[in-house]
């Protein structure tokens, strides 16, 4: 990889005399409405798309896409629910070839390191969108605060089947800052961009790091996938989701993502987020209203 900078004024191509529209695939999740908020703060013209805007993105139903990409000049790729089920990286490539034709120029897919599906759906993009860039993602440090890990740690305890592991998690304003740059500057295209915090934590050690930073009392204790499943299952989960966080802390957590890059300093010339600034600045998700 390049060690020029990679940082450029935000600009959004401009097609027949007028601007582009950037498309936010995934644009209510977690990393979307973070990319798409950026864009739109720059200038940049934005169509967020999922299931419940207008136009309407369902994966499930290619008939829907030539309206999303109408006008579109760069896409941002978060497959939902994850790049690891059946099927997915044969969605997003189909997505891709559709998008060259309708104009797009710049294509960022959003995958998982350490994920053998999401790596798949990598190669098989660029097959046919070669200058699609990659933001390949450590664990979120936001699973913490606003997904399946914030509920447990309300409760005041996080029970998980992984041990002593380290993992760098990232900070998805470090993710969607990237994703930025990537959908408005040709300088990072064709790029595969591995996205990590500065260093390695145990998923022990991020507990301990977010019951300092919110005053609480939260502890981890490490079980075995039997009894976690089990109790994802108690608790309603689909069985689709818990397959999904089954293959996450047996094939995904187990020690191979254990290192950290620089990519997100190389991209944005500047570190990357620590997880104590993170957690200090979540604190209150892990406080209940009174």
């Given at each position: 990889?390049?060690?020029?900078?990679?940082?450029?004024?935000?600009?959004s191509?401009?097609?027949?005399?007028?601007?582009?529209?950037?498309?936010?695939?995934?644009?209510?999740?977690k990393?979307?409405?973070?990319?798409?908020?950026?864009?739109?703060?720059?200038?940049?013209?934005?169509?967020?798309?999922?299931?419940?805007?207008?136009?309407?993105?369902?994966?499930?139903?290619?008939?829907?896409?030539?309206?999303?990409?109408?006008?579109a000049?760069?896409?941002?790729?978060?497959y939902a629910?994850?790049?690891?089920?059946?099927?997915?990286?044969?969605?997003?490539?189909?997505f891709?070839?559709?998008?060259?034709?309708?104009?797009?120029?710049?294509?960022?897919?959003?995958?998982?390191?350490g994920?053998?599906?999401?790596?798949?759906?990598?190669?098989?993009?660029?097959?046919?969108?070669?200058?699609?860039?990659?933001?390949?993602?450590a664990?979120?440090?936001?699973?913490?605060?606003?997904?399946f890990?914030?509920e447990?740690?309300?409760?005041?305890?996080?029970?998980?089947?992984v041990?002593?592991?380290?993992?760098p998690?990232?900070?998805?304003?470090?993710?969607?800052?990237?994703?930025?740059?990537a959908?408005?500057?040709?300088?990072h295209?064709?790029?595969?961009?591995?996205?990590?915090?500065?260093?390695?934590?145990?998923?022990?050690?991020?507990?301990?790091?977010?019951?300092?930073?919110?005053?609480?009392d939260?502890?981890f204790?490490?079980?075995?996938?039997?009894e976690?499943?089990?109790?994802?299952?108690?608790?309603?989960?689909?069985?689709?989701?818990i397959?999904?966080?089954?293959?996450?802390?047996?094939?995904?957590?187990?020690?191979?993502?254990?290192?950290?890059?620089?990519?997100?300093?190389?991209?944005?010339g500047?570190?990357?987020?620590d997880?104590?600034?993170?957690?200090?600045?979540?604190?209150?998700?892990?406080?209940?209203?009174?």
């Amino acid at each position: 990889m390049s060690t020029e900078p990679t940082t450029a004024p935000i600009t959004s191509t401009v097609v027949d005399g007028r601007a582009g529209v950037t498309v936010v695939a995934g644009g209510t999740g977690k990393t979307g409405r973070r990319v798409a908020d950026r864009l739109e703060a720059a200038g940049v013209p934005v169509r967020r798309a999922s299931r419940s805007t207008v136009p309407q993105l369902d994966w499930d139903d290619p008939s829907t896409w030539e309206p999303v990409l109408d006008g579109a000049t760069a896409v941002y790729v978060a497959y939902a629910p994850d790049l690891a089920i059946p099927g997915a990286p044969e969605t997003v490539t189909r997505f891709a070839r559709s998008a060259r034709p309708a104009g797009v120029d710049r294509l960022v897919l959003l995958t998982g390191r350490g994920e053998v599906e999401a790596q798949r759906a990598e190669d098989m993009v660029a097959e046919v969108f070669p200058a699609r860039t990659v933001l390949r993602c450590a664990f979120f440090a936001q699973n913490f605060s606003e997904s399946f890990l914030r509920e447990p740690m309300l409760d005041g305890g996080l029970a998980l089947p992984v041990g002593d592991v380290g993992e760098p998690f990232v900070d998805l304003e470090d993710v969607a800052e990237v994703a930025v740059a990537a959908l408005t500057d040709d300088r990072h295209a064709g790029r595969i961009y591995e996205l990590t915090g500065p260093r390695l934590l145990s998923f022990a050690d991020a507990v301990s790091v977010i019951s300092a930073a919110s005053g609480r009392d939260v502890h981890f204790a490490p079980i075995v996938m039997g009894e976690f499943t089990a109790g994802l299952a108690a608790a309603g989960l689909p069985g689709e989701e818990i397959d999904l966080l089954r293959y996450l802390f047996t094939e995904v957590l187990d020690g191979r993502g254990a290192f950290v890059t620089d990519d997100v300093t190389r991209v944005l010339g500047r570190p990357a987020g620590d997880f104590r600034a993170f957690a200090a600045r979540e604190a209150a998700s892990w406080r209940r209203a009174s």
